[in-house]
């Protein structure tokens, strides 16, 4: 059976879990979306009480841009897990609580700190496949929809890329690290290619995943290459898809891929990067910054918003206290203190609150002035850097990361870069010494925006790190929005932790049985003060 494709009354019944819920979701979106369009009369042509079937590309596209590109919500969770965000000592334990599963790298991350389950640190598992579920739908009937052979081949191009960046998310928080010599034997994620109904299915291999990835973003490009239609950075496009797929190279180590890729789409940007410095406190993500290859995910998801789309305070929904404006958890002081002499980013990529805590600002209007997830020329940059740097080329890595970095302070000669004599001093070769200041550059310009727990899993051979978050247990207060600090823990996660891969969502084992889980994962045992 296939969605849509005549009557759905009593079909949500009988989908498998992800499949159901993301289903609902699914026709919900199809009058959601009407909006951004027309009436909804225009919108959708009811055929019975039962039957809602888009017809035109432009509902199709109205319907993958309300999952893929809009209603995104699950981005930036994996950051409470990195270095660089930190409690608010000063937040009660119970304002704290609902991420701190995530935050502890707990062996079950879908329970509170009180032990309750819930799904919002359930991260992305039921919206990436929601998403998939739609991608396969336009794929499968983008060649009856009304509108021209253009705009159809941009349509399933868009397609095509949202499947493929929701693989790779999934593969890089439910899977282990991809490593070329057992990707055939290590288990991935489930592959879903079509809008069929299973009940019953298993993990592909990491190898078929990764691949599966790479020939949706091939067919990607080659539908943009085929369509005449020119779109706003709203639409994910060529360039951006040549980015996602460097991207995937870089996770899977293909290193003359990397830079081929990267190189290729650098030279389709002549424009180059923009400079902060001439620009300082000015947002990064605007129309007018060529750096911007494609931009989404609506603000106001993650920001509370007015009717008229005006934010209305400066604490990110994921970091506030449900019942106060409170940040609950920010920017750590080692990541602020990281940042070169005279770095301009942290002007607009951080947000200081009226609480007194910082917060990433990578969705405010300080930052963003389109979406609040884009994709930058940058990390073309930085993604050919690394791959130089793995091949032993340390000159043109360097050059590479100069690049970004000229571009980003007011004076790169205080700007301290790898020698063969800091290197020796540090211990290390001067070619991993170059690749680790590579990485550590990657932190700086994409903090919080869900690069930084990818970089840390796959690095871990070449620059181990131990992470450490403190978490203090406090009481409310009089005034409900600080506690009374009644004791610390500290929660270590060591180099190579079998916690860097995640367990299914209890939801999806309960339901298929036969699924293959991880089974590595352990409780992280605080240090208690």
């Given at each position: 059976?296939?969605i849509?494709?005549t009557?759905?009354k009593?079909?949500?019944?009988?989908?498998?879990s992800?499949?159901?819920?993301?289903?609902?979701?699914f026709?919900?979106?199809?009058?959601?979306?009407?909006l951004?369009?027309t009436s909804c009369?225009?919108?959708?042509?009811?055929?019975?009480?039962?039957?809602?079937?888009?017809?035109?590309?432009?509902?199709?596209?109205a319907?993958?841009h309300?999952?893929?590109?809009?209603s995104?919500?699950?981005?930036?969770?994996?950051?409470?897990?990195?270095?660089?965000?930190?409690?608010?000592p000063d937040?009660?334990?119970?304002?704290?609580?609902?991420?701190?599963?995530?935050?502890?790298?707990?062996?079950?991350?879908?329970?509170?700190?009180?032990?309750?389950?819930?799904?919002?640190t359930?991260?992305?598992?039921?919206?990436?496949?929601?998403d998939i579920?739609?991608s396969?739908?336009?794929i499968e009937?983008?060649?009856?929809?009304?509108g021209t052979?253009s705009?159809?081949?941009?349509?399933?191009?868009?397609?095509?890329f949202?499947?493929?960046?929701?693989?790779l998310?999934?593969?890089n928080?439910?899977?282990?690290?991809?490593?070329?010599?057992?990707?055939?034997?290590?288990?991935g994620?489930?592959?879903r290619?079509?809008?069929?109904?299973k009940?019953?299915?298993?993990?592909?291999?990491?190898?078929?995943?990764?691949?599966?990835?790479?020939a949706?973003?091939?067919?990607?490009?080659?539908?943009?290459?085929?369509?005449?239609?020119?779109?706003s950075?709203w639409?994910?496009?060529?360039?951006?898809?040549?980015?996602?797929?460097?991207?995937?190279?870089?996770?899977?180590?293909?290193?003359?891929?990397v830079?081929?890729?990267?190189t290729e789409?650098?030279n389709m940007?002549?424009?180059?990067?923009?400079?902060?410095?001439?620009?300082?406190?000015?947002?990064?993500?605007?129309?007018?910054?060529?750096e911007?290859?494609?931009?989404?995910?609506a603000?106001?998801?993650?920001?509370?918003?007015?009717?008229e789309g005006?934010?209305q305070?400066?604490?990110?929904?994921l970091?506030?206290?449900?019942?106060?404006?409170?940040?609950v958890y920010g920017?750590?002081?080692?990541?602020?203190?990281?940042?070169?002499?005279?770095?301009?980013?942290?002007?607009?990529?951080?947000?200081?609150?009226?609480?007194?805590?910082?917060?990433?600002a990578k969705?405010?209007?300080?930052?963003t002035?389109l979406?609040?997830?884009?994709y930058?020329?940058?990390?073309a940059y930085?993604?050919?850097?690394e791959?130089?740097?793995?091949?032993?080329?340390?000159?043109?890595?360097?050059?590479?990361?100069?690049?970004?970095?000229?571009?980003?302070?007011?004076?790169?000669?205080?700007?301290?870069?790898?020698?063969?004599?800091?290197?020796?001093a540090?211990?290390?070769?001067?070619?991993t010494?170059?690749?680790?200041?590579?990485l550590d550059?990657?932190?700086?310009?994409?903090?919080?925006?869900?690069?930084?727990?990818?970089d840390?899993?796959?690095?871990q051979?070449?620059?181990?790190?131990?992470?450490?978050?403190?978490?203090?247990l406090?009481?409310?207060?009089?005034?409900?929005?600080?506690?009374?600090?009644q004791?610390?823990?500290?929660?270590?996660?060591?180099?190579?932790h079998?916690?860097?891969?995640?367990?299914?969502?209890?939801?999806?084992?309960?339901?298929?049985?036969?699924?293959e889980?991880?089974?590595?994962?352990?409780?992280?045992?605080?240090?208690?003060?």
């Amino acid at each position: 059976m296939k969605i849509l494709t005549t009557k759905y009354k009593g079909v949500k019944e009988r989908l498998h879990s992800r499949w159901q819920s993301g289903f609902s979701a699914f026709c919900l979106s199809l009058f959601m979306a009407t909006l951004a369009l027309t009436s909804c009369s225009d919108f959708l042509k009811e055929e019975d009480k039962d039957e809602v079937i888009p017809r035109t590309i432009e509902q199709f596209e109205a319907m993958l841009h309300q999952h893929g590109m809009l209603s995104v919500t699950w981005f930036y969770k994996s950051d409470l897990m990195t270095d660089d965000i930190a409690e608010n000592p000063d937040a009660t334990t119970t304002a704290k609580n609902p991420y701190k599963g995530l935050y502890t790298w707990s062996r079950d991350v879908e329970r509170t700190g009180s032990g309750e389950r819930t799904t919002r640190t359930n991260l992305m598992w039921g919206e990436l496949y929601n998403d998939i579920l739609v991608s396969n739908y336009v794929i499968e009937r983008a060649d009856d929809a009304e509108g021209t052979q253009s705009q159809r081949e941009y349509l399933v191009g868009e397609a095509y890329f949202v499947r493929a960046r929701s693989y790779l998310e999934l593969a890089n928080i439910y899977a282990p690290v991809y490593d070329a010599a057992t990707a055939t034997k290590t288990i991935g994620v489930p592959l879903r290619l079509d809008t069929g109904v299973k009940n019953n299915y298993e993990r592909a291999s990491l190898s078929s995943v990764y691949a599966q990835i790479v020939a949706d973003l091939e067919q990607a490009n080659a539908h943009f290459d085929s369509s005449r239609e020119v779109m706003s950075l709203w639409h994910p496009n060529k360039k951006a898809a040549l980015l996602l797929l460097s991207r995937t190279y870089l996770y899977m180590g293909e290193w003359d891929k990397v830079v081929a890729t990267s190189t290729e789409l650098i030279n389709m940007c002549p424009q180059g990067l923009f400079n902060l410095s001439r620009q300082p406190n000015s947002p990064t993500v605007t129309k007018g910054n060529p750096e911007i290859l494609h931009s989404y995910g609506a603000c106001s998801v993650l920001i509370v918003t007015d009717n008229e789309g005006v934010q209305q305070n400066d604490v990110p929904n994921l970091y506030k206290d449900e019942n106060s404006m409170i940040a609950v958890y920010g920017v750590s002081d080692e990541l602020q203190r990281a940042y070169h002499p005279g770095d301009c980013r942290p002007y607009t990529y951080f947000l200081t609150t009226s609480s007194g805590t910082d917060v990433p600002a990578k969705w405010h209007t300080q930052f963003t002035k389109l979406g609040a997830y884009s994709y930058r020329l940058s990390e073309a940059y930085l993604s050919r850097a690394e791959a130089y740097a793995a091949l032993g080329e340390t000159d043109r890595a360097l050059a590479d990361v100069r690049k970004v970095i000229e571009n980003r302070v007011e004076d790169i000669n205080k700007v301290d870069f790898p020698t063969s004599a800091s290197s020796a001093a540090a211990g290390v070769d001067y070619a991993t010494a170059v690749r680790r200041f590579i990485l550590d550059e990657r932190r700086l310009e994409f903090c919080c925006e869900n690069h930084r727990w990818y970089d840390l899993r796959r690095s871990q051979g070449w620059y181990p790190r131990t992470l450490t978050h403190t978490f203090t247990l406090s009481t409310s207060s009089t005034s409900g929005s600080t506690g009374v600090a009644q004791g610390r823990q500290t929660y270590t996660l060591t180099p190579a932790h079998p916690n860097y891969t995640f367990e299914l969502p209890e939801s999806e084992t309960q339901i298929n049985a036969a699924i293959e889980t991880y089974g590595q994962r352990v409780e992280v045992v605080p240090d208690n003060q």
